[in-house]
């Protein structure tokens, strides 16, 4: 494992990584050009869209993603997440900005090769599922923009451009079940965390 560009997470989402946190700074930013006059205020909906969505994605999934009776009232127990790997978290609203930023592009790279991975598996297992695959597509298209924004922001106010980000396992090769459970787990952790990353985050980015 190594440090990973930017521009490789973008278009290399579904691997797995594992790596240790490290920050790279120096001139490799591309210019500050490819942030939108409004890189802020954009940021700010797609985390609040995903905050308000994140539990009625989570609820589908369940209902939706398995496929016989029975299975949904058992999810609190198939869907406990405390065996599963998702990035630490350990920011609050008073760190500083930089900290925050790192901490939440680790958060939204991880959760969108997540959310690819998911919704893979699904379009295989459930592909008649219509609302959870649109479901599952509009979030992963708010998350990359995400991490679009984020990506500028660092490289803008920060000039970091690379990132050691580590990435949960892959579901290939796995029994119809596990996938279906190692799915429901992410999603479970996802609306655990997203509420606290929204709180964190959005006070830091009002404009300077």
Known sequence: TGVVPFVALLLLQRRPVAGRALLVTGSGC?????????????TRRQVAVLNATAQELFSLYVSGAWG??????????????????????????????????????????FLNTSLGNITRDQEELNPMAKELLERLHNTTK???????????????????????????????GKSAFKKKQQGCQVLRKYVQVIGQAARVLLPHLSPS
């Open 142 to 172: 708010t998350t990359r923009g995400l991490i679009s924004n984020l990506t500028c922001l660092l490289c803008k106010n920060y000039n970091i451009f690379q990132v050691d980000v580590r990435y949960g396992d892959s579901s290939k």
């Open 68 to 109: 016989w009776p029975g299975v949904p009232s058992e999810s609190d127990k198939l869907c406990n997440p405390a065996g599963i790997f998702f990035p630490a978290f350990r920011v609050n609203r008073t760190s500083e900005r930089k900290e925050v930023m790192v901490a939440m592009y680790k958060l939204f790279a």
């Open 30 to 42: 591309p210019g500050h050009g490819l942030c939108r006059s409004n890189v802020l205020e954009q």
